[in-house]
């Protein structure tokens, strides 16, 4: 059976459980965050080490073939493209749709998790590389040291072949490891499912954040379903995107309902070598890009959920320049969320209420009831920046082996 369509039927399962268990009691809830939260834990278990031996290979062949400066120019340029798309897209969304305003709520600030710029640049380069293999959910250090060290067995020296194929055995190795642990999830998303659907119903109890939902979901279905696909014809030679959405299924939902970009991407990387034929030498370089830097589902979300607080609290309209100035901003925050696969959303909307709130520095917290849906849609828009610009990319530095899934 395809595994995409093992989650699709995983997710139903969830759902119906969701539906009909009787999960609303306190332990009920405790077992079941209890059993989501090892699930989660599982789907992550084998990324670090994937992603790590994977891209010094990636590094070693893309050098072998002289693909280095064509692959990074794609990769960067499409991340920041497409981030720019994903941010004109909320904006165009939020300026043409005025969305019903949120009741005011009383409900005091808590400390919450906050961007510091210094700390993340600590992170990326810790006192020792070593270090940067124990960061379980900040992937850059990692990549960056696998990337030192592939840019160091490119040297030419006998002694660094064993080094070559005890990476390349590895490599292949986690991969083989990491089939294994997207087929196991394909069970446990059932309780991922269920968990997240006993909190949608929750949200959409009162029906105030029913309109937010609707233009979110009516975005993401422009996006995959006519800017996206209008792309790969645009700039990719034999681009197929019905294709693309085929291999996207499973690590759409994988991200849609545990908001976790980094969950998705094992995922991602296993549908985009079968699937899509993506070759490793990009595999293991374009999709931890994408997953790390590529966050413009978070921009998108944050410039229309903030909007939605602004003219809850105000009647006034924005100015175009404010306006502008928020969506850059959010489109800038972007970039420097890769350290948080989880929430990057809120903290950014957060950021954007500090700076431009002008006496509601604490609207953030009208959606903080929606705050998992809220990031759901942001790992959705991001999982679809992956898949297709990690395609994009290796159809222009011609890196696909043209096989049937």
């Known amino acids: 059976m395809k595994l995409w369509l ?10 119906a459980a969701a539906l009909i268990l009787p999960l609303d009691s306190l332990q009920g809830a405790a077992a079941l965050s209890f059993i989501t939260d090892i699930i989660v834990r599982i789907g992550r278990y084998t990324l670090l080490p994937l992603l790590f031996f994977s891209g ?9 073939d002289g693909l280095i400066a064509r692959a990074s120019i794609w990769t960067f340029g499409t991340i920041a493209l497409s981030s720019l798309l994903l941010t004109a897209l909320g904006f ?30 600590r992170m990326i380069f810790p006192n020792s590389a070593f270090e940067s293999l124990t960061q379980g959910s900040f ?10 060290i592939g840019i160091g067995c490119c040297m030419e020296h006998s002694n660094i072949k064993p080094v070559l194929s005890l990476a390349d055995a590895l490599s292949e190795l986690f991969y083989n490891v990491t089939v294994i642990f997207t087929e196991l999830f394909s069970a446990g998303i059932v309780f991922v499912m269920c968990s997240w659907a006993i909190q949608f119903r929750d949200v959409l109890k009162s029906g105030v954040f029913t309109p937010l939902i609707i233009m979110l979901a009516i975005d993401f279905v422009i996006l995959v379903g006519v800017i996206y696909p209008l792309v790969v014809v645009s700039v990719c030679r034999n681009g197929k995107p019905l294709k693309v959405l085929r291999a996207s299924i ?8 545990s908001g976790d970009t980094n969950l998705a991407l094992p995922v991602e990387t296993r549908l985009g070598k079968e699937m899509l034929g993506i070759r490793q030498r990009v595999n293991g370089f374009a999709f931890p890009l994408f997953s790390i ?32 100035a928020i969506s850059m901003t959010a489109f800038l925050l972007s970039f420097v969320m890769g350290s948080l696969p989880v929430g990057g959303t809120f903290v950014t909307l ?3 209420c500090s700076i431009f709130g002008r ?3 604490t609207g953030y917290l009208l959606l903080k009831p929606a705050a998992v849906i809220i990031g759901s849609f942001s790992a959705l828009f991001d999982a679809a920046t992956v898949m297709f610009g990690s395609y994009i990319v290796a159809n222009n530095t011609r890196t696909i082996e043209r096989h049937r899934a």
């Not at 990636?58 to 050098?63: F, H, L």
């Not at 992937?139 to 030192?148: E, G, R, T």
């Open 6 to 15: 093992k989650y699709l039927i995983g997710a139903a399962l969830g759902l």
């Open 56 to 64: 010094i290979m990636a590094v070693v062949r893309m050098r072998e």
């Open 92 to 121: 165009i969304s939020i300026v043409i749709v005025r969305l019903p305003r949120i009741p005011i709520t009383t409900e005091r600030a808590a400390e919450l998790s906050t961007l510091n710029l210094k700390e993340f640049c």
């Open 139 to 148: 992937l850059l250090p990692a990549f960056f040291f696998a990337v030192i």
């Open 250 to 257: 499973a690590p759409f939902l994988v991200a849609f309902l």
């Open 293 to 324: 830097f590529a966050r413009g589902g978070t921009a998108l979300v944050s410039i229309i959920s903030f909007v939605v607080i602004w003219r809850s609290y105000s009647t006034l309209n924005i100015e175009f320049f404010d306006m502008l």
């Open 350 to 352: 957060t950021i954007l």
């Open 359 to 361: 006496g509601m520095e």
